[in-house]
Nanobody, 122 residues
Framework: QVQLVESGGGLVQAGGSLSLSCAASGIIFSINTMGWYRQAPGKQRELVATITSGGSTNYADSVKGRFTISRDNAKNTLYLQMNSLKPEDTAVYYC????????????????WGQGTQVTVSS
């Protein structure tokens, strides 16, 4: 199996910064796209940012210029640097990975972390 473990959430004042990490472990041959998603109370889960294995990134308009997604392919680890945080960024943040588990198998598997809470006070 594959496990995604997020860390780095917490409570911060508006305007502050937080950094999230997501470490993938288990049966992994390679990881294609990785991403961060978030879900606020009473709302649907939404995309925050994604990054391909080659480093191409995509951001939600609401976080462009404030958040930076990055990854370390050698460590199978995903990062999210969040600056200029706003109360509306408060949510549970989830890591997602599209994993190729075996060299002999082309198909990929979709995995989610357990989530980490980010709370931004005004």
């Amino acid at each position: 199996q594959v496990q995604l473990v997020e860390s780095g959430g917490g409570l911060v004042q508006a305007g502050g910064s937080l950094s999230l990490s997501c470490a993938a472990s288990g049966i992994i041959f390679s990881i294609n796209t990785m991403g961060w998603y978030r879900q606020a109370p009473g709302k649907q889960r939404e995309l925050v940012a994604t990054i391909t294995s080659g480093g191409s990134t995509n951001y939600a308009d609401s976080v462009k210029g404030r958040f930076t997604i990055s990854r370390d392919n050698a460590k199978n680890t995903l990062y999210l640097q969040m600056n200029s945080l706003k109360p509306e960024d408060t949510a549970v943040y989830y890591c997602n990975a599209d994993v190729r588990k075996y060299s002999f198998e082309v198909r990929t598997y979709d995995y989610w972390g357990q989530g980490t809470q980010v709370t931004v006070s005004s």
